[in-house]
């Protein structure tokens, strides 16, 4: 009793900081749990294929079989090389799983752990960490199948694939703080949960992953406007053996920055009325 008084306290004297030191905090001390919301991921993923004979390995089996089969009926549709297509589109598929799911789940964040979320005073950032990190897991696994196929068939890899770690990094970054935002707006607002996957549905025919970025100036320009495509191309560049470009890089600083300022100026108004929300 007395302790749960205390989390109380605490609980409130904290949402008397201002919203940047509150936001930050919250950050630095569910960054240090990082092996609850870890293992927390781990669950969540595990048991999606639970007493199924195979467990995990359905992700990455179910991922590769789809890439191939894809690539091979549209690399023939558009005519290109299937040495070509087949890392192109399976690293845009993988990215944009993984864009679409921090976008799209937002109510997975806090809604889906609002039991969790009354009994224990974790902070709140902690879901998002946990959310981000159940969705990595998922694309790490969908880029061994890749690099599986690029070891045994493609063989684009280079030095320049080193890249990938930074554009990794940048995944983490922005997934921790656009899960924790969407989670926000996802349980103040409920439609947003049933709005975003079809949004997601649309906006992927928008982004060249089916289909190929050339020298066609409309879809340079198409392209160019989407954030998506920048934030796949910083992974699917290096991983193909090239370099993005500089343009690639700035867009997905600034939407980074732009989502850490989000976070900050919200963060308390938030904190505040989620357990009402839930």
């Known amino acids: 009793m007395s302790s749960t008084h205390d989390s109380d306290i605490k609980f409130t004297s904290t949402l008397e900081l201002p919203s940047y030191q509150l936001a930050w905090r919250d950050l630095i001390e569910a960054g240090k749990d990082h092996r609850r919301w870890r293992r927390f991921a781990y669950l969540k993923v595990k048991g999606a294929y639970w007493r199924t004979r195979l467990g995990v390995v359905w992700l990455p089996l179910s991922f590769m079989l789809f890439v191939v089969v894809i690539s091979l009926l549209w690399a023939g549709i558009i005519g290109r090389d299937i040495n070509f297509y087949l890392p ?64 045994t ?101 600034g939407i980074t920055l732009a989502t850490f300022l989000l976070v900050l100026a919200f963060y308390k108004m938030g904190t505040r009325r989620l357990r009402i929300w839930l």
């Open 88 to 151: 192109y589109a399976g690293y845009g598929f993988a990215c944009f799983a993984f864009i679409s799911a921090i976008l799209s789940g937002g109510e997975q964040v806090f809604a889906a752990n609002a039991s969790v979320i009354r009994e224990f005073p974790l902070p709140l950032s902690f879901y998002a960490y946990a959310k981000t990190a159940r969705d990595f897991i998922t694309l790490l696994l969908s880029l061994s199948v890749m690099i599986f196929i690029d070891i």
């Open 153 to 253: 068939y493609t063989h684009l890899m280079n030095v320049n694939t080193l890249l990938v770690f930074p554009a990794l990094v940048a995944y983490i970054v922005t997934g921790v703080l656009t899960a924790l935002l969407m989670g926000m707006l996802a349980t103040r607002f409920r439609d947003i949960g049933q709005l975003l996957p079809t949004v997601m549905r649309a906006v992927f025919f928008f982004t060249p992953i089916i289909w190929v970025l050339d020298d066609r100036p409309a879809r340079a320009m198409l392209a160019g406007f989407n954030p998506l495509y920048h934030y796949i191309e910083i992974v699917r560049a290096p991983m193909r053996g090239e370099l993005p470009s500089v343009l690639n890089w700035s867009v997905v600083i």
